[in-house]
């Protein structure tokens, strides 16, 4: 990865590809133009490029989008809402041969917008794992619905079970539902208890705001994995992760520096 100089204390970021500390990024609409330069700028820190809801029925010229994401090494998929859209009208088969068409590796499986029997989503992540590598999304959409923690853990667990990667944590692009509380602080308690049973590095946390990815990376480290980030976030995402932005600037020095920086600014605000 680009380093134009050398410091001490930064923490390691695997080159890709990534198993850990993937970034995911929400592709809403970009044009040709705009996709080639968000690559130039930023092909190194972002894994996957999700089109986002259903903008890959519409996005014009969509196959040489994807064409220059996998030729920077960004997966392309469509979201999960894509998914759904087909399930809702009886298009499973459809999906297959939709993915096929664009000779995409990489899917997405939610229930975030319908109901969909668990077993039943087990099932599809099952079939679509047998020839390509797929991500399922577990939360709601839907404020309205709470899912118990017991609930996220089994459903989570089983997933991976039935062969997903990774398994998505709801935060939405509003970043105000699943694992976050409506005014978008994480959900502490739940996450406790989902990372209590489920391992951290299979879970791809939806954290579109920045005191969100913060959080993660205060809790996690730099190899959090983050989705739902903004094409014009994913390098400030970066310095975020190797302690280069305010927020994060104490979490990667040893502690005894970190404790005298501190010391003297308490010195210097007392004087």
């Known amino acids: ?47 996957l490029a999700k089109f986002g809801f259903g903008t890959s029925m519409i996005t014009p010229n969509l196959k040489e989008k994807i064409k220059l994401y996998k030729e920077a090494g960004i997966r392309p998929y469509f979201g999960g809402t894509m998914f759904e859209i087909f399930l809702a009208r009886n298009k499973f088969n459809e999906y297959r041969k939709l993915l096929d068409k664009y000779d995409l590796d990489l899917c997405e499986v939610s229930d975030g917008s319908i109901i969909i029997p668990h077993d039943k989503k087990l099932e599809y992540i099952s079939k679509l794992a047998k020839d390509r590598t797929v991500l399922s999304e577990v939360g709601s959409k839907d404020a309205g619905i709470i899912i118990s923690p017991a ?61 969100q990815q913060v959080w993660f990376i205060r809790l996690f480290g730099a190899n959090v994995n983050l989705g739902n ?38 010195d210097e605000t007392e004087e």
């Open 151 to 211: 609930k996220w853990i089994k459903m989570m667990s089983t997933e991976l079970q039935a062969g997903s990667w990774k398994v998505i944590a709801e935060g939405r692009e509003s970043g105000n539902v699943g694992v976050f509380r409506p005014n978008g602080n994480a959900h502490t308690y739940l996450i406790n208890k989902i990372i209590a049973k489920v391992d951290p590095a299979s879970i791809l946390w939806e954290a579109p705001k920045k005191t």
């Open 1 to 47: 990865m680009t380093r134009n100089f050398d410091l001490p204390y930064i923490p390691e970021r695997a080159a890709k590809a990534r198993k850990s500390g993937v970034t995911m990024m929400m592709d809403k609409g970009m044009s040709v133009t705009e996709t080639a330069a968000f690559i130039e700028g930023n092909h190194e820190y972002t894994d």
């Open 229 to 266: 980030i903004a094409p014009n976030e994913v390098i400030s995402l970066e310095t975020l992760r190797l302690g280069l932005r305010g927020d994060t600037f104490f979490e990667f020095l040893p502690e005894e520096i970190g404790a005298e920086l501190k010391q003297n600014q308490s």
